[in-house]
């Protein structure tokens, strides 16, 4: 089966502080692509930042980077000087280069605190 | 160039009414994806069709919801007689190619509440 396992249903920080997230996933294909969304309270799906699973060098996006162990199943995401428009729920996700559905963990709600 | 397109936002029905929801994806995408996201859940897949065609329904539920995507006009997510369960938001995506080979754009959604 494949799932993702998201273990902090919620996380609050100060703001500029850095916050990691934390991912595991389970899949048998060797060939996928891992995803980080953000929805904040307008609901709309927010790409943050994507990896592909071939690529050893960890994915980053300004103040957004992964720390990737593909050997360990494992994806979290690090958000540098952390502000209050970081304030959402986060969803770690990812998709094999041979099926057409992304998988989704349940998501870490994240309070960014001024 | 316009996002994926999703009407209407929001959508009240009563129990035992039909939703209509709508996805226009980006344009030249020819692949479109809806996914169901419950309260307090990740999204879950439910299907994923081209023009005309659907390719993989193994996420939708085996009564009462329905999908198409005609050769003309946006895809529409149908789902019959509508119970309190139904309440969701329903998300619609779009991509260029499909299998994994692309990134899935994603609309804004619809909030789907059954009273």
């Known amino acids: 089966a494949q799932t993702v396992t998201q273990s902090q249903p919620e996380m609050s920080v100060q703001e500029a502080e850095t916050v990691t997230l934390s991912c595991t996933y389970d899949?048998?294909?060797?060939?996928?692509?891992l995803f980080w969304y953000k929805q904040p309270p307008s609901r709309q799906m927010i790409l943050v930042i994507r990896q592909e699973a071939y690529k050893q060098q960890n994915a980053t996006e300004n103040r957004f980077s992964v720390n990737f162990q593909k050997a360990a199943k494992s994806f979290s995401l690090k958000i540098s000087d952390s502000q209050l428009g970081d304030t959402a729920m986060y969803f770690c996700?990812?998709?094999?280069?041979?099926?057409?559905?992304?998988?989704f963990g349940k998501g870490t709600r994240l309070h960014i605190l001024p | 160039n316009a996002g994926v397109m999703q009407n209407p936002r929001h959508l009240v029905r009563r129990r035992g009414q039909e939703a209509r929801l709508r996805c226009s994806p980006m344009k030249g995408h020819s692949h479109v994806y809806w996914y169901r996201q419950l309260p307090e859940e990740g999204l879950k897949f439910m299907v994923y069709?081209?023009?005309?065609?659907?390719?993989?329904e193994s996420g939708m539920p085996k009564e009462r919801f329905s999908a198409e995507f005609p050769k003309e006009g946006p895809s529409i997510l149908r789902i019959q007689q509508v119970v309190r369960g139904d309440s969701a938001a329903y998300f619609c995506?779009?991509?260029?190619?499909?299998?994994?080979?692309?990134?899935?754009?994603f609309g804004p959604g619809t909030r789907l509440t059954v009273t």
């Open positions: 996700a990812f998709i094999t280069n041979r099926d057409d559905k992304i998988i």
């Open positions: 995506a779009s991509s260029p190619v499909g299998q994994g080979q692309s990134e899935q754009y």
């Open positions: 069709l081209q023009k005309e065609n659907i390719i993989d």
């Open positions: 899949t048998s294909e060797n060939n996928y692509y």
